[in-house]
């Protein structure tokens, strides 16, 4: 999953002014932790941003949710499919919150 357009050139400034890219070394790590690294910072970046990404564990299942706060102030969300594990979830929320970083 990677971010696209304005989301992306802000999310690299964010980066810079919080110092992560002078530590940040998911590549060191297996994948399964090297993703939950990358999820982990981009959650943190939304959430910055108003935008605030929710995993919800359904049992054999994963949903998720983007609330949206950007435009109005109030709570806008957008729920999507289900997932058969955590990854997918994370995954498609963040794209969502891409989609709505960028109004697409």
């Known amino acids: 999953m990677k971010l696209t357009h304005l989301a992306l050139k802000d999310f690299n400034n964010w980066c810079l002014n919080k110092g992560i890219s002078e ?3 998911p590549k060191e790590y297996s994948l399964d932790v090297a993703n939950a690294m ?15 990404i929710g ?3 359904l049992g054999k299942l994963y949903g ?3 609330n ?4 109005t102030g109030k709570r806008d969300l957008h729920y999507g499919k289900y997932f058969l594990n955590r990854n997918e979830a994370m ?3 963040i794209k969502k919150a ?5 109004n697409e």
Do not use: G, P, R
């Open 23 to 25: 530590n940040y070394k």
């Open 38 to 52: 990358i999820y982990s910072v981009y959650v943190e970046f939304f959430d910055s941003s108003s935008i605030i």
């Open 55 to 57: 995993i919800t564990n």
């Open 64 to 66: 998720y949710s983007v």
């Open 68 to 71: 949206d706060l950007i435009e």
């Open 91 to 93: 995954s498609a929320a």
């Open 98 to 102: 891409n989609k709505i970083y960028n």
